[in-house]
Nanobody, 123 residues
Framework: QVQLVESGGGLVQAGGSLRLSCAAS????????MGWFRQAPGKEREFVAT????????SYADSVKGRFTISRDYAKSTVYLQMNSLKPEDTAVYYC????????????????WGQGTQVTVSS
């Protein structure tokens, strides 16, 4: 089992920045890929970014490429999502995940989920 606790959400104006953190506990943090998903009001949950257990080149949704950066700190068992140039359409509940997978059709899912943290971007 892996427990995930997100923090860092809040209210920010368009063009601003936020950094989300996700503290992981339980099974060995370094064994899992990690990632972030989000769900906006009235919309389905969507993939945002993932990073492999070994690090390497992360994957991003097209909508956040060039603005968001995912990283992980193995010593702190924490994964981060740095969000810059935020837009109102980034408003959503952001979920930290562990052990994400990508299907042959290109859709993402994950085995472990955090409770989520609200990000609101005002125009």
């Amino acid at each position: 089992q892996v427990q995930l606790v997100e923090s860092g959400g809040g209210l920010v104006q368009a063009g601003g920045s936020l950094r989300l953190s996700c503290a992981a506990s339980g099974r060995t943090f370094s064994s899992y890929g990690m990632g972030w998903f989000r769900q906006a009001p009235g919309k389905e949950r969507e993939f945002v970014a993932t990073i492999r257990w070994s690090g390497g080149i992360p994957s991003y949704a097209d909508s956040v490429k060039g603005r968001f950066t995912i990283s992980r700190d193995y010593a702190k068992s924490t994964v981060y999502l740095q969000m810059n140039s935020l837009k109102p359409e980034d408003t959503a509940v952001y979920y930290c995940v562990a052990d994400p997978t990508r299907s042959s059709s290109g859709s993402y899912s994950a085995k472990y989920w955090g409770q989520g943290t609200q990000v609101t971007v005002s125009s």
